[in-house]
Antibody
Framework: EVQLLESGGGLVQPGGSLRLSCAAS????????MTWVRQAPGKGLEWVST????????YYADSVKGRFTVSRDNSKNTLYLQMNSLRAEDTGIYYC????????????WGQGTLVTVSS | EIVLTQSPGTLSLSPGERATLSCRAS???????LAWYQQKPGQAPRLLLF???SRATDIPDRFSGSGSGTDFTLTISRLEPEDFAVYYC?????????FGQGTKLEIK
């Protein structure tokens, strides 16, 4: 059974940093690109970043480019999101999701971790 | 960036009725890269359809998708109580992925 479990969320001040983790199990992690998607409170979904299975390509939304860094450790079956220079508008639930083999959408999602940026 | 606009914003229907949800793109989208998700309160999104009309694993056949170019539709043939949720369309293009703003399907 595919499982994705996010952790690392919490309350952080504007300008601060946070690192999220996503522990994966139930599939060969290194064979799949992985993605972070976020959702502001009461709002819709926003794609954040995608990282290929072998970490040879990354993509970022313009809203986080230069501030967020996605990475993975295939030996630990874990995906990360390093978030720096956080802003109030980064507040929301952060989901990790597994890309389909075509890489165009996401077939498994974690339950999310809440990030709150506030003073 | 391709903008996806979903309509209506809210759809009020009764169990057993047919639901038709629309997703319109600001420019042409490859059908291969159009997906639909369902999200219930407090839960993660769930993939329903990919490539515009292919059902994901374990998705009932009352869910179907159609469309091409800039106009796509999600149809739920006979609403079950568990179908009342928010639905999002999503596309993948050269500038990354974008979602529609969602359609809330509520019980009338």
């Amino acid at each position: 059974e595919v499982q994705l479990l996010e952790s690392g969320g919490g309350l952080v001040q504007p300008g601060g940093s946070l690192r999220l983790s996503c522990a994966a199990s139930g599939f060969t992690f290194s064979n799949y690109a992985m993605t972070w998607v976020r959702q502001a409170p009461g709002k819709g979904l926003e794609w954040v970043s995608t990282l290929s299975g072998s970490s040879d390509y990354t993509y970022y939304a313009d809203s986080v480019k230069g501030r967020f860094t996605v990475s993975r450790d295939n030996s630990k079956n874990t995906l990360y999101l390093q978030m720096n220079s956080l802003r109030a508008e980064d507040t929301g639930i952060y989901y990790c999701a597994r890309d389909t083999s075509a890489g165009d959408c996401w077939d498994y999602w974690g339950q999310g971790t809440l990030v709150t940026v506030s003073s | 960036e391709i903008v996806l606009t979903q309509s209506p914003g809210t759809l009020s229907l009764s169990p057993g009725e047919r639901a038709t949800l629309s997703c319109r793109a600001s420019q042409s989208v490859s059908s291969a890269y159009l997906a639909w998700y369902q999200q219930k309160p407090g839960q993660a999104p769930r993939l329903l359809l990919f490539a515009a009309s292919s059902r994901a694993t374990d998705i009932p056949d009352r869910f179907s998708g159609s469309g091409s170019g800039t106009d796509f539709t999600l149809t739920i043939s006979r609403l079950e109580p568990e179908d009342f949720a928010v639905y999002y369309c999503q596309q993948y293009g050269s500038h990354g992925h974008t979602f529609g703003q969602g359609t809330k399907l509520e019980i009338k």
